[in-house]
């Protein structure tokens, strides 16, 4: 069964950095669309940044011109680096792999912004 694995995650300050990385444990094909999104409690999953295999991205508008996100197309892995980090980035990061009609989500990182 493939799993995807996210790494990264932890407890940064207000206006710190955090990366993370996303990477599937066994084969997969390549994905057509690698993204991140977030939970944070009381609050629906949203999307946070996502990249097509065209180069094209998406971002939140919350998150443009402080996160980016990167993907290894060999390697078949994602990242995102977070810079500026406020509080209301805390919530769980998920990454998601698309193909088709066929979707793989990671189990979730912690990331928290604070004091």
């Known amino acids: 069964q493939v799993q995807l694995v996210e790494s990264g995650g932890g407890l940064a300050q207000p206006g710190g950095s955090l990366r993370l990385s996303c990477v599937a444990s066994g084969s997969i094909l390549s994905p057509n669309t690698m993204a991140w999104y977030r939970q944070a409690p009381g609050k629906q999953r949203e999307l946070v940044a996502a990249m097509h295999s065209d180069g094209s991205t998406n971002y939140a508008a919350s998150v443009k011109g402080r996160f980016t996100i990167s993907r290894d197309n060999t390697k078949k892995v994602v990242s995102l680096q977070m810079n500026s980090l406020k509080p209301g980035d805390t919530a769980v990061y998920y990454c998601?792999?698309?193909?088709?009609?066929?979707?793989?989500w990671g189990q979730g990182t912690q990331v928290t912004v604070s004091i």
């Open positions: 998601n792999f698309k193909r088709g009609y066929s979707g793989l």
